[in-house]
């Protein structure tokens, strides 16, 4: 696990496992935290990384559904997790799901854990909508595509957007189950003013980028997109993210859209 202040008030904390990003934001004395590490040390070490940076998070967040998004609740089982309301539908729809599939990934990574993933009484937000830190307020955007729910967190007086799974320098964009290519395009377009205007983009995976790289990552993801529209077997995929694995998502792409 890595942490690295983006901002004298934003930490990114970055697992070992996918190069999860959990991202704690703080307005004067309150903090969030903004989904999770994965391996239950970090999680453990979590709290007290951030503590000792000055950061106390007094609710949590997570961008989207997907498992590794959701662990918030192990490192601070106190605290109450706020999703968008798209994702608590799909909670409800998939009970269930995030646990699953945490003890599947956990199954294949030989990874032990003391306490079961709760989700505790989750909070579900209106996104697009507000939400107050300290004497600011955080914007939830729209961020579905890659999977059927999403938000994006972004902090207008610190130049910092949390988009989720997209704008990943580690990942192609990757539609799953219950995404879709013209909600992923949509959400592109929605970021890509907040992109314009941001100083730090945190990708739900690897390395937080500046505006410029953000912007570039935006185009080679349209690309992308453009290609695998028109079916492309073999698209040229950025540099940085051309690998066995992200042609394995490239083929799943294809089975999602086709
Ligand atoms: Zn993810």
């Not at 994702?87 to 990934?105: F, Y």
């Not at 955007?141 to 910092?160: F, I, K, N, R, S």
């Not at 539609?175 to 003013?193: E, F, H, K, M, V």
Request: one cysteine or more.
């Amino acid at each position: 696990m890595r942490a690295v202040s983006v901002h004298e008030d934003a930490i990114v904390v970055t697992s070992l496992m996918w190069q999860a990003n959990a991202i704690a934001i703080r307005a004067g004395e309150e903090a969030m935290l903004v989904d999770s590490p994965y391996f239950p040390d970090e999680l453990e070490l979590l709290p007290g990384v951030l503590a000792q940076a000055g950061f106390e998070p007094r609710a949590l967040l997570a961008t989207h559904g997907d498992f590794d998004h959701m662990l918030g609740r192990i490192a601070f089982p106190s605290l109450s997790l706020g999703v968008a309301e798209s994702t608590m539908k799909r909670v409800r729809a998939r009970p269930g799901e995030a646990q699953r599939e945490l003890r599947d990934a956990d199954a294949e990574h030989f990874v032990r854990r003391v306490r079961p993933l709760s989700l505790g009484q989750a909070q579900a937000l209106p996104v697009p909508g507000h939400l107050g830190l300290g004497e600011h307020e955080l914007e939830l955007h729209l961020a579905e595509g890659h999977t059927p729910d999403g938000m994006a967190v972004w902090a207008p007086w610190l130049g910092l957007l949390c988009c989720g799974d997209y704008v990943s320098d580690v990942e192609i964009p990757l539609i799953d189950a219950g995404g879709s290519l013209a909600a992923y395009r949509a959400t592109l377009a929605r970021l890509a003013p907040l992109v314009e205007r941001a100083e730090t983009v945190v990708p739900g995976h690897g390395a937080p980028h500046a505006r410029e790289a953000a912007l570039a990552l935006l185009d080679e993801d349209a690309a992308y997109l453009d290609a695998l529209e028109r079916g492309e077997e073999r698209p040229a995929l950025p540099a940085g993210r051309d690998s066995v694995v992200q042609r394995r998502i490239h083929a799943a792409n294809l089975e999602a859209v086709g």
